[in-house]
């Protein structure tokens, strides 16, 4: 099966929260990323964290690690149109990223 | 300070033929990441070089693909004899050492074979 997990889409309403999931399998994973890409775009770091870390807060994104689990998730606090992209969970390997399927976040009005 | 640079952003090639795509790293990168993104799917690892070494293909195809990264000039990723399955978004990133937190990515060459 696949390392990296995550549900296909999501829609939300505007001024929402958004919450993305996913699940990793390697537990000696050091970093857990966040990319966002948007149509015909290339990836873009959202945020990371450090594994031995169980949340992480930065602006409207909000990550929490659950270690024992192998599940992290991305918090998008007042989900505005510009949002709307796909959303990779990642983790980090030696120097390799293994990627889930990505997360079709779609913001309606 | 320019971003990791990879051109064409988009190419077209017919069965059969050769299809070359480049990546110029960060300043300051000296370690480059290939990954291969098919339709509606994550991104796979492909290769990972170092100036003159590539340090593991594991994630090459076998036969046709080929990368390098020589000491002046960009990071090459050469596809030869192209097929359908080779339609692709294929992305470069780099970073200044393998254990850093931080991988940055270019925005990729869509490639379509006709």
């Known amino acids: ?109 | 300070n320019a971003g990791v640079m990879q051109n064409p952003r988009h190419l077209v090639r017919r069965r059969g033929q050769e299809a070359r795509l480049r990546c110029s790293p960060m300043k300051g990168h000296s370690h480059v990441y290939w990954y291969r993104q098919l339709p509606e799917e994550g991104l796979k690892f492909m290769v990972y070089l170092q100036k003159e070494n590539i340090i593991d293909e594991s994630g090459m195809p076998k036969e046709r693909f080929s990368a390098e990264f020589p000491k002046e000039g960009p990071s090459i990723l050469r596809i030869q004899q192209v097929v359908r399955g080779d339609s692709a978004a294929y992305f470069c990133a780099s970073s200044p050492e393998s254990e850093t937190y931080g991988y940055t990515f270019g925005s990729g060459t869509r490639l379509t074979v006709v």
């Open chain 1, 1 to 109: 099966g696949e390392d990296v997990e995550q549900s296909l889409f999501l829609s939300v309403r505007e001024g929402d929260s958004s919450v993305i999931n996913c699940t990793y399998t390697d537990s000696s994973s050091t970093y857990l990323y966040w990319y966002k890409q948007e149509p015909g775009a290339g990836l873009q770091l959202l945020t990371y964290i450090f594994s031995n870390m169980d949340m992480k807060q930065d602006q409207r994104l909000t990550v929490l690690l659950n270690k024992k689990d192998k599940h992290l998730s991305l918090r998008i606090a007042d989900t505005q149109t510009g949002d709307s992209a796909i959303y990779f969970c990642a983790q980090k390997g030696d120097y390799k990223l293994s990627f889930g399927a990505g997360t079709t976040v779609t913001v309606r009005a």
